[in-house]
């Protein structure tokens, strides 16, 4: 899955098991007493639970930001206020996997807060800040138009409004962009949840100031908003056993395999079985060079160990770094608001061992200093070529950390997402407010490295660059790079 939306978030499609009864169905227009209650709670759960609170924020910051909060609530008690502040807030403790998750919140939530014809009508990119349409589904909107303005406020304008609410890993600012692409990929893309939150949309449609590939001056257009109920209709259906790989064979001595998610945790299906026949069919072959595209990939399962183990004859350890936690055991008084799909999280027991009276680190059973990844049969021995980008933040972030310090594979396309001071993940709880209902993921597995790190996604070994010209020509510069062509030069998607 990726935040698109996770999309982002690694562990999400996995049902929600409460520990107790629910709370009770929130008002739509909760109360502003309750409204400031349900952000004393959020401040407690992070403060004893979250273990990338301070990652990047000091403890005066943290209570600032929780303090600006709780005036904001007390300001606009209503649903999508508080939603919209609550969001905020999460955005600014600067992790990828900590936000009220768009798939998670209550049916009687997401109608009020998602609800509406405020979608726009189209799939766009961002590109050096500039909104480019990356299709032909709209006559007047070809491939390539530029969307300078909707309804009266420039595009870039729209861009730095929107970026502060969407959760990435410290100063990923590539991430929070990508973010808030529309590409039709899941009912709910951060763009059209907060878009319409921030610039309320008037009469169902859209203003738009564009400039068409084809012309010279700026044009004027009126588009119909569509809703997200139409938006899921148009996607085609989701077979959650189809993991979507493919393997092609792009020229002789070249595959291309493509893998859209890792999200397998609900198939029936045994994706190491598919790994296993996917290497043996490269070997018979005789394919020389592999190219796996990730781009698409927000994460999922630990799908990348096992396209490693393909990789080496000798056992890989990785210790970069450390998994942290904030706590051994839960706090009898927040167990009601806290929902998982293992209620072992609840309580660590013996498999958090104190390190510093600050955080707790989780006992393997080997006691092993790092990840092992054992070689697995059949081995391909020759030249692979990752394609990445900031969609790649959870899963497929750690894929591509471990490419980059191990070698064993070349690294192309745009910086990924995530953080190389470390994510948040492995576990999860979702957090359910009593008053307001809105639900807030909380990662309870923080990653340290183990010698200071940059405050930045991982770069690709091989940039590439994209132009407008591209999206017009349909042209893939990322994939020409890795088979061997040369991409144009130009602005950065």
Partial sequence: MSLRLIAVLCLLTSPLAGVSAPAPRPPVAPDRAGLVADARLLETVYERLHPGLYRYNTPAQVRERFARLRRDLARAPSLPAAYLAFARLAAAIRCGHTYPNFWNQAPEVAAVVFGGMNRVPFHFRWLEGEMIVVDDAM???????????????????????LMPLVPA???????????????GHDRYEA???????????????????????ASTAPDDVVVKASTDVERERARPPHDRDDSGW????????????????????????????????????????GVRLLVIDLR?????????DDLLAHLIHEPLIVADYRERLRYRRVPEALRPYLHTWDR?????????????????????ADDAPGDRIA????????????????????????????VKASGLATLVGRTTGGNRRGINGGAFFFL?????????????????????????????????????ADIVAGRDPDREAAFGATPADGPAL
């Fill in 139 to 161: 006559p007047e909107l070809p491939r390539g138009t530029r969307i300078l303005a909707i309804d009266g406020v420039d595009t870039s304008r729209i861009l730095a409004a």
């Fill in 169 to 183: 890993d410290g100063s990923n600012d590539g991430k929070r962009i990508d973010e808030l692409n529309v590409l």
């Fill in 191 to 213: 763009f059209d949840v907060f878009y319409p939150l921030v610039f309320p949309v008037r009469d169902g449609q859209f203003r738009l100031r564009v400039q068409r590939p």
């Fill in 246 to 285: 493919t393997l092609s064979f792009p020229g002789a001595g070249q595959a291309l395999f493509t893998m859209p998610t890792w999200v397998r945790y609900e198939s029936r299906r045994d994706w190491h079985a598919e790994l296993d026949a996917v290497f043996a069919d490269l070997n018979a072959r």
């Fill in 296 to 304: 698409d990939n927000g994460g999922g399962s630990d799908v990348g």
């Fill in 344 to 364: 072992s999280f609840f309580d660590w027991g013996d498999r958090a061992r104190d390190v510093d009276g600050r955080f707790y680190t989780r006992v393997r």
């Fill in 375 to 402: 070689p697995r049969a059949p081995f391909f021995a020759g030249q692979v070529k990752v394609l990445v980008g900031p969609t790649n933040s959870s899963a497929t972030f750690g894929f591509a950390t471990r």
């Fill in 432 to 468: 359910r407010l009593p008053h307001s209902g809105i639900e807030l993921d909380v990662p309870l597995v923080g990653q340290f490295p183990v010698t200071p790190q940059p405050d930045e996604g991982v770069a690709p070994d091989i940039p590439v660059r994209w132009t407008v």
